[in-house]
């Protein structure tokens, strides 16, 4: 499990994406607040097809944290019920 690595490829490649398309708009001479607010609009739907795989690694790393997690809980709370030995 490398949910770690996954996130921060995820975090870090939707920001390339955003830049990419800021830049991409400055070089067609928008202004640069407005190509960064139509940038980080274009790339949040955009990145949600691209990072397909990407963002279904990081959806099941925090599914099986989370399962751990529960699965934790519940052998402390049986523990403290008495039921394990």
């Known amino acids: 499990m490398h949910l770690g ?3 921060t490829l995820y975090i870090c490649a939707r920001l390339g994406m955003v830049a990419a398309a800021t830049a991409v708009l400055v070089l067609v001479n ?6 960064l607010a139509v940038g980080v609009v274009v790339a949040l739907p ?3 097809f691209v990072f397909k795989g990407l963002r279904t690694r990081v959806a099941q790393g925090l599914e099986e944290k989370q399962s751990a997690r529960r699965a934790e809980r519940e052998k402390l709370r049986a523990q403290l ?5």
């Open 5 to 7: 690595r996954d996130v």
């Open 81 to 85: 019920r008495g039921d394990a030995a």
């Open 46 to 48: 955009l990145s949600m």
């Open 30 to 35: 928008v202004p640069l607040l407005v190509a």
